[in-house]
Protein backbone atom coordinates (compact mmCIF):
# COMPACT_ATOMS: atom_id res chain seq x y z
CA UNK A 1 0.00 0.00 0.00
CA UNK A 2 2.71 2.24 0.89
CA UNK A 3 4.54 1.78 -2.50
CA UNK A 4 1.40 2.28 -4.25
CA UNK A 5 0.94 5.40 -2.21
CA UNK A 6 4.84 6.44 -3.15
CA UNK A 7 3.79 6.23 -6.85
CA UNK A 8 0.49 8.00 -6.96
CA UNK A 9 2.39 10.90 -5.21
CA UNK A 10 5.36 10.45 -7.47
CA UNK A 11 2.63 11.07 -10.57
CA UNK A 12 1.23 13.47 -8.47
CA UNK A 13 4.36 15.85 -8.42
CA UNK A 14 5.40 14.43 -11.73
CA UNK A 15 2.02 16.05 -13.57
CA UNK A 16 2.65 19.03 -10.91
CA UNK A 17 6.24 19.67 -12.52
CA UNK A 18 5.33 19.37 -16.23
CA UNK A 19 2.56 21.83 -15.82
CA UNK A 20 4.54 24.28 -14.04
CA UNK A 21 7.08 23.23 -16.98
CA UNK A 22 4.55 24.18 -19.36
CA UNK A 23 3.54 27.39 -18.18
CA UNK A 24 6.75 28.89 -17.43
CA UNK A 25 7.28 27.99 -21.40
CA UNK A 26 4.15 29.44 -22.29
CA UNK A 27 4.98 32.80 -20.23
CA UNK A 28 8.59 33.19 -21.50
CA UNK A 29 8.08 32.14 -25.29
CA UNK A 30 4.54 34.36 -25.59
CA UNK A 31 2.80 36.73 -26.53
CA UNK A 32 5.98 36.08 -29.51
CA UNK A 33 5.81 40.13 -31.08
CA UNK A 34 8.58 41.92 -31.68
CA UNK A 35 8.69 45.33 -28.84
CA UNK A 36 7.32 48.20 -29.67
CA UNK A 37 8.85 50.87 -32.30
CA UNK A 38 10.66 53.50 -31.23
CA UNK A 39 7.65 55.81 -33.03
CA UNK A 40 6.75 59.34 -33.01
CA UNK A 41 3.92 59.93 -35.18
CA UNK A 42 3.29 64.14 -36.66
CA UNK A 43 -0.20 65.08 -36.24
CA UNK A 44 -0.63 66.78 -39.79
CA UNK A 45 -4.01 68.32 -40.19
CA UNK A 46 -5.08 65.89 -43.05
CA UNK A 47 -3.15 62.89 -40.72
CA UNK A 48 -5.67 64.21 -37.68
CA UNK A 49 -8.65 64.27 -40.40
CA UNK A 50 -8.25 60.80 -41.75
CA UNK A 51 -7.77 59.60 -38.03
CA UNK A 52 -10.92 61.00 -36.62
CA UNK A 53 -12.70 59.69 -40.05
CA UNK A 54 -11.57 55.66 -39.51
CA UNK A 55 -12.02 56.11 -35.47
CA UNK A 56 -15.22 57.48 -35.87
CA UNK A 57 -16.97 55.77 -38.72
CA UNK A 58 -14.42 52.75 -40.32
CA UNK A 59 -12.90 50.92 -38.07
CA UNK A 60 -15.17 52.17 -35.01
CA UNK A 61 -12.53 52.56 -31.87
CA UNK A 62 -15.89 54.98 -30.78
CA UNK A 63 -18.26 52.18 -30.77
CA UNK A 64 -16.72 49.65 -27.95
CA UNK A 65 -14.10 52.42 -26.01
CA UNK A 66 -17.57 54.83 -25.23
CA UNK A 67 -21.11 54.75 -23.88
CA UNK A 68 -23.92 53.38 -25.93
CA UNK A 69 -27.25 54.53 -25.49
CA UNK A 70 -29.68 51.08 -25.81
CA UNK A 71 -32.86 53.23 -25.80
CA UNK A 72 -32.31 54.42 -29.03
CA UNK A 73 -32.42 52.82 -32.32
CA UNK A 74 -28.46 51.37 -32.94
CA UNK A 75 -27.03 52.59 -29.24
CA UNK A 76 -25.58 55.81 -30.70
CA UNK A 77 -22.64 57.09 -28.22
CA UNK A 78 -23.60 59.11 -25.88
CA UNK A 79 -22.12 62.49 -25.78
CA UNK A 80 -19.24 62.70 -22.95
CA UNK A 81 -18.59 59.31 -23.11
CA UNK A 82 -15.70 58.98 -26.25
CA UNK A 83 -12.89 56.66 -25.56
CA UNK A 84 -13.51 56.48 -21.67
CA UNK A 85 -13.88 52.79 -21.62
CA UNK A 86 -15.07 50.47 -19.29
CA UNK A 87 -17.95 48.76 -20.67
CA UNK A 88 -17.95 44.91 -20.17
CA UNK A 89 -17.61 42.18 -23.05
CA UNK A 90 -18.00 38.94 -20.79
CA UNK A 91 -19.27 35.94 -19.89
CA UNK A 92 -22.64 37.75 -19.86
CA UNK A 93 -22.19 37.68 -23.67
CA UNK A 94 -20.97 34.19 -23.82
CA UNK A 95 -17.04 34.87 -23.52
CA UNK A 96 -14.48 32.96 -21.80
CA UNK A 97 -14.01 35.63 -19.01
CA UNK A 98 -14.70 39.19 -18.31
CA UNK A 99 -13.16 42.28 -20.53
CA UNK A 100 -13.41 45.61 -20.05
CA UNK A 101 -12.82 48.35 -22.80
CA UNK A 102 -9.88 50.15 -22.04
CA UNK A 103 -9.88 53.84 -21.65
CA UNK A 104 -8.57 55.08 -24.68
CA UNK A 105 -8.42 58.80 -23.65
CA UNK A 106 -5.07 60.87 -22.89
CA UNK A 107 -6.13 60.20 -19.06
CA UNK A 108 -5.79 56.26 -19.97
CA UNK A 109 -3.08 56.25 -22.81
CA UNK A 110 -0.73 58.99 -21.17
CA UNK A 111 2.17 57.51 -20.38
CA UNK A 112 2.04 55.37 -23.34
CA UNK A 113 4.71 56.08 -26.72
CA UNK A 114 2.84 55.59 -30.11
CA UNK A 115 5.08 52.95 -30.69
CA UNK A 116 3.23 51.02 -27.76
CA UNK A 117 -0.26 52.58 -29.13
CA UNK A 118 0.99 51.01 -32.69
CA UNK A 119 1.70 47.57 -31.14
CA UNK A 120 -1.07 47.12 -29.05
CA UNK A 121 -3.82 48.01 -31.71
CA UNK A 122 -1.88 45.85 -33.96
CA UNK A 123 -0.71 42.68 -32.66
CA UNK A 124 -2.73 42.67 -29.21
CA UNK A 125 -0.01 43.27 -27.17
CA UNK A 126 0.29 45.87 -24.06
CA UNK A 127 2.90 48.51 -22.83
CA UNK A 128 3.80 46.00 -20.28
CA UNK A 129 3.87 43.13 -23.11
CA UNK A 130 0.40 41.21 -21.56
CA UNK A 131 -1.64 39.81 -24.01
CA UNK A 132 -5.13 41.48 -25.14
CA UNK A 133 -8.15 39.07 -25.73
CA UNK A 134 -9.20 39.42 -29.52
CA UNK A 135 -12.57 41.12 -29.17
CA UNK A 136 -10.94 43.74 -30.34
CA UNK A 137 -9.65 42.72 -33.46
CA UNK A 138 -6.42 43.45 -33.70
CA UNK A 139 -5.49 41.05 -36.39
CA UNK A 140 -7.39 42.57 -38.57
CA UNK A 141 -6.03 46.11 -37.98
CA UNK A 142 -2.53 44.74 -38.15
CA UNK A 143 -3.42 44.05 -41.80
CA UNK A 144 -4.00 47.82 -42.43
CA UNK A 145 -1.56 50.34 -44.06
CA UNK A 146 0.61 51.38 -41.54
CA UNK A 147 -0.27 55.26 -42.10
CA UNK A 148 -3.73 54.53 -41.17
CA UNK A 149 -3.16 53.47 -38.23
CA UNK A 150 -0.71 55.57 -37.04
CA UNK A 151 -3.50 58.46 -38.12
CA UNK A 152 -6.05 56.49 -35.73
CA UNK A 153 -3.05 57.27 -32.86
CA UNK A 154 -2.45 60.53 -33.73
CA UNK A 155 -6.22 61.10 -33.09
CA UNK A 156 -6.67 59.10 -30.21
CA UNK A 157 -4.51 62.12 -28.13
CA UNK A 158 -6.96 64.89 -29.46
CA UNK A 159 -9.96 63.38 -28.07
CA UNK A 160 -11.06 65.23 -24.16
CA UNK A 161 -9.63 62.86 -21.61
CA UNK A 162 -11.61 61.37 -18.94
CA UNK A 163 -10.82 60.18 -15.97
CA UNK A 164 -12.42 56.47 -15.54
CA UNK A 165 -10.57 53.58 -13.88
CA UNK A 166 -11.60 50.58 -15.59
CA UNK A 167 -11.23 46.80 -14.14
CA UNK A 168 -8.89 44.02 -14.73
CA UNK A 169 -9.50 41.58 -17.51
CA UNK A 170 -9.76 38.11 -15.95
CA UNK A 171 -10.19 35.01 -18.01
CA UNK A 172 -11.71 31.49 -17.36
CA UNK A 173 -9.13 28.52 -17.48
CA UNK A 174 -7.62 27.98 -19.69
CA UNK A 175 -8.02 31.27 -21.59
CA UNK A 176 -4.88 32.75 -19.77
CA UNK A 177 -2.63 30.61 -21.19
CA UNK A 178 -4.24 30.55 -24.67
CA UNK A 179 -4.81 34.55 -25.47
CA UNK A 180 -1.31 34.67 -24.79
CA UNK A 181 -0.85 32.59 -28.04
CA UNK A 182 -2.67 34.65 -30.11
CA UNK A 183 -1.05 38.26 -30.51
CA UNK A 184 1.19 38.22 -33.78
CA UNK A 185 3.96 40.47 -35.57
CA UNK A 186 1.36 42.68 -37.42
CA UNK A 187 1.34 42.71 -41.53
CA UNK A 188 0.91 45.94 -42.64
CA UNK A 189 -0.54 46.21 -45.92
CA UNK A 190 -0.85 49.19 -48.98
CA UNK A 191 -4.06 50.83 -48.82
CA UNK A 192 -5.68 49.95 -52.59
CA UNK A 193 -6.13 52.90 -55.26
CA UNK A 194 -9.87 53.18 -54.65
CA UNK A 195 -10.80 53.11 -58.30
CA UNK A 196 -9.56 49.11 -57.55
CA UNK A 197 -13.10 49.01 -56.34
CA UNK A 198 -13.30 45.47 -55.36
CA UNK A 199 -10.03 45.49 -53.43
CA UNK A 200 -10.21 48.61 -52.67
CA UNK A 201 -13.23 47.60 -50.98
CA UNK A 202 -11.63 44.51 -49.40
CA UNK A 203 -9.49 46.64 -47.51
CA UNK A 204 -12.17 48.93 -45.96
CA UNK A 205 -14.26 46.10 -45.12
CA UNK A 206 -10.88 44.20 -43.31
CA UNK A 207 -10.70 47.56 -41.36
CA UNK A 208 -14.23 47.90 -40.18
CA UNK A 209 -14.26 44.15 -39.26
CA UNK A 210 -17.43 43.44 -40.95
CA UNK A 211 -16.41 39.75 -40.87
CA UNK A 212 -16.16 39.63 -36.85
CA UNK A 213 -19.69 40.12 -36.80
CA UNK A 214 -21.40 38.85 -39.82
CA UNK A 215 -19.40 35.45 -40.28
CA UNK A 216 -21.32 32.60 -37.32
CA UNK A 217 -18.67 31.13 -34.65
CA UNK A 218 -18.50 28.04 -32.99
CA UNK A 219 -16.53 28.68 -29.83
CA UNK A 220 -14.61 31.85 -31.21
CA UNK A 221 -13.63 30.32 -34.31
CA UNK A 222 -15.58 30.78 -37.44
CA UNK A 223 -17.82 28.48 -39.55
CA UNK A 224 -16.03 27.41 -42.35
CA UNK A 225 -17.52 28.37 -45.59
CA UNK A 226 -20.07 31.05 -43.94
CA UNK A 227 -18.20 34.13 -44.13
CA UNK A 228 -20.31 36.80 -44.30
CA UNK A 229 -23.42 34.73 -43.85
CA UNK A 230 -24.24 36.20 -40.64
CA UNK A 231 -26.43 34.51 -37.56
CA UNK A 232 -23.70 35.38 -35.13
CA UNK A 233 -26.07 36.35 -31.57
CA UNK A 234 -25.96 39.01 -29.59
CA UNK A 235 -28.14 39.33 -26.41
CA UNK A 236 -29.52 43.26 -26.18
CA UNK A 237 -30.03 44.85 -22.50
CA UNK A 238 -33.16 44.59 -22.99
CA UNK A 239 -33.58 41.11 -23.50
CA UNK A 240 -34.05 38.79 -26.04
CA UNK A 241 -31.29 38.47 -29.18
CA UNK A 242 -30.63 40.16 -32.53
CA UNK A 243 -28.62 38.34 -35.37
CA UNK A 244 -26.55 39.52 -37.89
CA UNK A 245 -27.67 39.55 -41.41
CA UNK A 246 -26.62 37.88 -44.29
CA UNK A 247 -24.40 40.20 -46.32
CA UNK A 248 -23.33 37.71 -48.90
CA UNK A 249 -24.74 37.98 -52.97
CA UNK A 250 -27.20 35.44 -52.23
CA UNK A 251 -30.89 36.69 -53.85
CA UNK A 252 -32.92 34.77 -51.67
CA UNK A 253 -31.42 34.77 -47.74
CA UNK A 254 -28.41 37.38 -48.42
CA UNK A 255 -28.20 41.28 -50.81
CA UNK A 256 -28.42 39.64 -53.65
CA UNK A 257 -31.00 41.58 -55.19
CA UNK A 258 -30.16 44.99 -53.61
CA UNK A 259 -28.58 47.26 -55.87
CA UNK A 260 -25.46 49.53 -55.35
CA UNK A 261 -27.49 52.76 -54.44
CA UNK A 262 -29.97 50.40 -52.20
CA UNK A 263 -27.10 49.27 -50.12
CA UNK A 264 -25.40 52.92 -49.82
CA UNK A 265 -28.77 54.45 -48.55
CA UNK A 266 -29.83 51.72 -45.94
CA UNK A 267 -26.59 53.30 -44.50
CA UNK A 268 -26.72 57.01 -44.76
CA UNK A 269 -30.50 56.92 -44.27
CA UNK A 270 -30.01 55.48 -41.07
CA UNK A 271 -27.17 58.11 -40.07
CA UNK A 272 -28.79 60.92 -40.98
CA UNK A 273 -32.45 60.52 -39.47
CA UNK A 274 -32.97 61.25 -36.09
CA UNK A 275 -32.43 59.06 -33.50
CA UNK A 276 -35.22 56.40 -32.94
CA UNK A 277 -36.28 56.01 -29.43
CA UNK A 278 -37.18 53.24 -27.99
CA UNK A 279 -39.37 53.68 -24.75
CA UNK A 280 -41.17 50.27 -23.83
CA UNK A 281 -38.98 47.31 -22.83
CA UNK A 282 -40.76 45.41 -25.75
CA UNK A 283 -39.84 47.69 -27.99
CA UNK A 284 -36.25 47.52 -27.38
CA UNK A 285 -35.82 44.18 -27.90
CA UNK A 286 -36.02 45.03 -31.53
CA UNK A 287 -32.64 47.13 -31.02
CA UNK A 288 -29.95 46.28 -32.98
CA UNK A 289 -26.07 45.86 -32.08
CA UNK A 290 -25.43 47.19 -35.77
CA UNK A 291 -24.12 50.98 -35.12
CA UNK A 292 -25.96 52.54 -37.99
CA UNK A 293 -25.39 56.12 -37.50
CA UNK A 294 -21.63 55.30 -37.06
CA UNK A 295 -21.01 53.03 -40.36
CA UNK A 296 -23.45 55.54 -42.22
CA UNK A 297 -20.83 58.22 -41.60
CA UNK A 298 -18.47 56.42 -44.05
CA UNK A 299 -17.81 58.29 -47.60
CA UNK A 300 -20.37 57.06 -50.55
CA UNK A 301 -17.09 55.73 -52.30
CA UNK A 302 -16.18 53.34 -49.05
CA UNK A 303 -19.58 52.39 -48.72
CA UNK A 304 -20.03 51.30 -52.26
CA UNK A 305 -16.55 49.83 -52.43
CA UNK A 306 -17.66 47.61 -49.75
CA UNK A 307 -20.74 46.42 -52.03
CA UNK A 308 -18.70 45.85 -54.53
CA UNK A 309 -16.08 44.01 -52.64
CA UNK A 310 -19.24 41.32 -50.71
CA UNK A 311 -20.80 40.93 -54.26
CA UNK A 312 -17.33 39.59 -55.71
CA UNK A 313 -17.41 36.86 -52.56
CA UNK A 314 -19.66 33.18 -52.98
CA UNK A 315 -23.10 33.56 -52.26
CA UNK A 316 -24.03 31.43 -49.17
CA UNK A 317 -27.73 29.96 -48.79
CA UNK A 318 -28.16 31.39 -44.97
CA UNK A 319 -31.62 32.61 -43.82
CA UNK A 320 -31.67 34.13 -40.63
CA UNK A 321 -34.36 35.27 -38.00
CA UNK A 322 -33.29 38.32 -37.07
CA UNK A 323 -34.90 38.43 -33.56
CA UNK A 324 -35.66 36.31 -30.71
CA UNK A 325 -36.43 35.78 -27.46
CA UNK A 326 -34.19 33.01 -26.85
CA UNK A 327 -30.53 31.45 -28.15
CA UNK A 328 -30.35 29.35 -31.49
CA UNK A 329 -28.61 26.24 -31.36
CA UNK A 330 -24.75 27.02 -33.25
Request: proline letters at 9%; one cysteine or more.
Amino acid sequence: MKTFLKIGLSLLVIVALAAGAGTAYVYARYPAVPPAESLTIHATPETLARGQYLFEHVSLCVDCHSTRDWSKYGAPVLPGTIGKGGDLYGTNIGLPGDFYARNITPAGLGEWTDGEIVRAVTTGVDRDGEPLFPIMPYPRYGRMAKDDVEAIVAYLRTIPAISNTVPAHTFNFPMQFVTRTIPAPAQFSTRPAPDDTVKYGEYVTNAAACTDCHTPQVQGASVPGMDFAGGMEFPLPAGGYVRSANITADAGTGIGTWTEQQFVDKFTALAAAPDQVLTAPEDRKNNTVMPWKAYGGMTREDLAAIYAYLRSLPPVVHRVEKHGDTPQAP
